[in-house]
């Protein structure tokens, strides 16, 4: 399968701390994408990173690819109580469309 | 509109009616997804169309759902006689270009449909 596992499952942190979350997948990618969602709506594309690229900063967010390891993490510093949602890796089908798979998820607090 | 629209936002429905879900994507999108949410799960793909055209419906689970795009632009996805497991979230997401699995994907808010 080409889905992508997120680690861990839930993640709770203070306000101000750094939070790392983590995508391991199977096949060959040629890009991968992290999305957020908050509670009761849409995912929202944070940041996609091609696989010839190691890391990639937006703001208060760097995301890192290893594909020799098949794997990203995706960092947010500084932590917000906006950032408190649910993060998924999302990886491309190659052949056909360009359908998404993703992982189920890693549930992100922040507490003030 | 600025982002992509999805109507209703909550659908209640008894098991065996048919239900229809709505999608109007961003203003000149060519392409247009649907997916699937579970309750604490990732969204999983139900169907795509490139302009009016539905070129992949792999994920759809079963005959009883149908997804059209007449014009291009807004999405109806249709369930017939639906069932519990029918339960979830729908989303639909469209993206600007047709061939080109490097961009990003806009989803509406979703509609949280339940079966009784």
């Known amino acids: 399968s080409q889905q992508g596992e997120e680690d861990p499952q839930a993640l709770s942190i203070q306000e101000g701390e750094n939070a790392t979350m983590n995508c391991s997948y199977k096949?060959?990618?040629?890009?991968l994408q992290w999305y957020r969602q908050n509670s009761g709506r849409g995912l929202v594309h944070l940041i996609l990173i091609r696989s010839n690229e190691r890391e990639k900063h937006s703001g208060r967010l760097r995301v890192t690819l290893d594909t020799s390891k098949k794997s990203s993490s995706l960092l947010i510093t500084a932590s917000r109580a906006a950032d408190t949602a649910s993060y998924f890796c999302a990886l491309p089908i190659i052949q056909g469309a360009q359908k998404l798979v993703f992982g189920q998820g890693t549930r992100l607090t922040i507490n003030p | 509109g600025a982002g992509v629209s999805q109507s209703p936002r909550y659908k209640v429905a008894k098991r065996g009616q048919d239900v229809a879900l709505r999608c109007d994507p961003i203003s000149g999108h060519v392409s247009l997804f649907w997916y699937q949410q579970a309750l604490g799960q990732g969204p999983e793909f139900l169907t795509y169309f490139q302009n009016e055209a539905q070129l992949d419906k792999s994920g759809l689970p079963s005959d009883r759902f149908f997804a059209e795009r007449p014009e291009g632009s807004v999405s109806t996805l249709k369930i017939q006689r639906t069932q519990q497991e029918d339960s979830a979230v729908y989303l639909c997401a469209s993206s600007l270009i047709r061939t080109q699995s490097n961009q990003p994907q806009h989803f509406g808010d979703g509609t949280r449909l339940s079966i009784l």
């Open positions: 096949t060959s990618i040629n890009n």
